[in-house]
Nanobody, 115 residues
Framework: QVQLVESGGGLVQPGGSLRLSCVASGSIFSFFPMGWYRQAPGKQRELVASIINGGRINYADSVKGRFTISRDNGKNTVYLQMNDLNVEDTAVYYC?????????WGQGTQVTVSS
């Protein structure tokens, strides 16, 4: 049974930073591209960043220069460092394979950017 558990969200003021973590169980982690996704109220879920072994990384235009994705295969963990947050970054953040697998969606972690 594959499980992805996200953590690290919270309430932060505009301009602040957060670091999200996603711990993966099972054997899926090391071999596949992983991504961070987010879903804001009333909007579709979108891919924020993805990373594959070998270092190729992609970001959505809206987060380039502010967010950094990384992974630690030894810890089965993928991270998302988020800097210079703004109110448009408010959403529930999820990790999953890239492209995502329906059955792997977890509960996500809420990020709220507000003054």
């Amino acid at each position: 049974q594959v499980q992805l558990v996200e953590s690290g969200g919270g309430l932060v003021q505009p301009g602040g930073s957060l670091r999200l973590s996603c711990v993966a169980s099972g054997s899926i982690f090391s071999f596949f591209p992983m991504g961070w996704y987010r879903q804001a109220p009333g909007k579709q879920r979108e891919l924020v960043a993805s990373i594959i072994n070998g270092g190729r990384i992609n970001y959505a235009d809206s987060v380039k220069g502010r967010f950094t994705i990384s992974r630690d295969n030894g810890k089965n963990t993928v991270y998302l460092q988020m800097n210079d947050l703004n109110v448009e970054d408010t959403a529930v953040y999820y990790c999953n394979r890239a492209p995502p697998v329906y059955d792997y969606w977890g509960q996500g972690t809420q990020v709220t950017v507000s003054s």
